[in-house]
T-cell receptor, first 114, second 113 residues
Framework: GENVEQHPSTLSVQEGDSAVIKCTYSDSASNYFPWYKQELGKRPQLIIDIRSNVGEKKDQRIAVTLNKTAKHFSLHITETQPEDSAVYFCAASMTGSNDYKLSFGAGTTVTVRA | NAGVTQTPKFQVLKTGQSMTLQCAQDMNHEYMSWYRQDPGMGLRLIHYSVGAGITDQGEVPNGYNVSRSTTEDFPLRLLSAAPSQTSVYFC????????????FGPGTRLTVT
């Protein structure tokens, strides 16, 4: 099955700085890569996703990049704000197959210092 | 729309007891799944369903059963609770299999003593 590794496990940044979280996946057939944000005590919520036919996607201060050759993808948060403090999870799955499983990384706890 | 709902929010069980965690969605989603969340281990898939009457195992299915008699409901049964099943359980649904936005329920915090 798919194995997703996520680094770092914790990340502390000064408000206004950028944060970068990296994930690697094992199955070259994976073609859907979402990122979820989970605030303390809340449910995970999708913040951005990318499919394998795209190399980069942006949404305001958030961007995701995908390198299919190296089998890794990254989340970039620019101009961090206190409300960006949360746990972030990357995930990977295959579409168009009989395997409907979404595999998650272990998560990154991001703390934005004021 | 209520989205994805889960009951109960909290539960304490003794080792060997059984119980059912309820999950329902009102978005007419075909795909539903159960995850458990443990510190440092992310979200691990327990079971999933691609439609009424169809279920399959995920990454950590042992000790759990599921059924999907309707599109809306996807209960998770713990057959004989063990301390290793202490966790936070999330139900999720999506329109299309696992390759679409997953809508998570609020979670159930389960403690097995």
């Amino acid at each position: 099955g798919e194995n997703v590794e996520q680094h770092p496990s914790t990340l502390s940044v000064q408000e206004g700085d950028s944060a970068v979280i990296k994930c690697t996946y094992s199955d070259s057939a994976s073609n859907y890569f979402p990122w979820y944000k989970q605030e303390l005590g809340k449910r995970p919520q999708l913040i951005i996703d990318i499919r394998s036919n795209v190399g980069e996607k942006k949404d305001q201060r958030i961007a995701v990049t995908l390198n299919k050759t190296a089998k890794h993808f990254s989340l970039h948060i620019t101009e961090t704000q206190p409300e960006d403090s949360a746990v972030y999870f990357c995930a990977a799955s295959m579409t168009g197959s009989n395997d409907y499983k979404l595999s998650f990384g272990a998560g990154t706890t991001v703390t934005v210092r004021a | 729309n209520a989205g994805v709902t889960q009951t109960p929010k909290f539960q304490v069980l003794k080792t060997g007891q059984s119980m059912t965690l309820q999950c329902a969605q009102d978005m007419n989603h075909e795909y539903m799944s159960w995850y458990r969340q443990d510190p440092g281990m992310g979200l691990r898939l327990i079971h999933y369903s691609v439609g009424a009457g169809i279920t399959d195992q995920g990454e950590v299915p042992n000790g759990y059963n599921v059924s999907r008699s309707t599109t809306e409901d996807f209960p998770l049964r713990l057959l004989s609770a063990a301390p290793s099943q202490t966790s936070v359980y999330f139900c999720a649904s999506s329109y299309f299999r696992g390759s679409d936005e997953q809508y998570f329920g609020p979670g159930t915090r389960l403690t097995v003593t």
